[in-house]
């Protein structure tokens, strides 16, 4: 894969306590940081376009939320054990969205 593609792995937790894991070309990780640092300058939602491997692309979503308003999001767990039965049954992933 050409080296100027921003190419970008977020692996997210299965369940409580888990680690997550953000792997990327040097290009990919500058152009999170930057998005992150956007978000937060900004107080705007960020959108950058990243790349898996297997030339895929996806958006980022980077909301910068109160710790309040952090309570209307689901847990971000993929393994549904992890998930509590409201978000299994009745929310969206992530509940609120951008």
């Given at each position: 894969m050409?080296?100027?593609i921003?190419?970008?792995?977020?692996?997210?937790?299965?369940?409580?306590?888990?680690?997550?894991?953000?792997?990327?070309?040097?290009?990919?990780?500058?152009?999170?940081?930057?998005?992150?640092?956007?978000?937060?300058?900004t107080?705007?939602?960020?959108?950058?376009?990243?790349?898996?491997?297997?030339g895929?692309?996806?958006?980022v979503?980077?909301v910068?939320?109160?710790?309040?308003?952090?309570?209307?999001?689901?847990?971000?767990?993929?393994?549904?054990?992890?998930?509590?039965?409201?978000?299994?049954?009745?929310?969206?992933?992530?509940?609120?969205?951008?």
């Open positions: 050409d080296e100027s921003s190419t970008l792995h977020i692996y997210g937790p299965a369940a409580y306590h888990d680690a997550v894991w953000i792997v990327g070309t040097t290009d990919a990780l500058q152009r999170l940081r930057d998005a992150l640092t956007a978000a937060l300058a107080e705007s939602v960020s959108r950058p376009t990243f790349f898996t491997n297997d895929e692309g996806f958006h979503n980077i910068l939320e109160s710790e309040a308003g952090m309570d209307e999001y689901c847990v971000p767990y993929t393994a549904d054990y992890a998930r509590p039965i409201e978000d299994r049954f009745s929310a969206r992933w992530p509940k609120k969205s951008p």
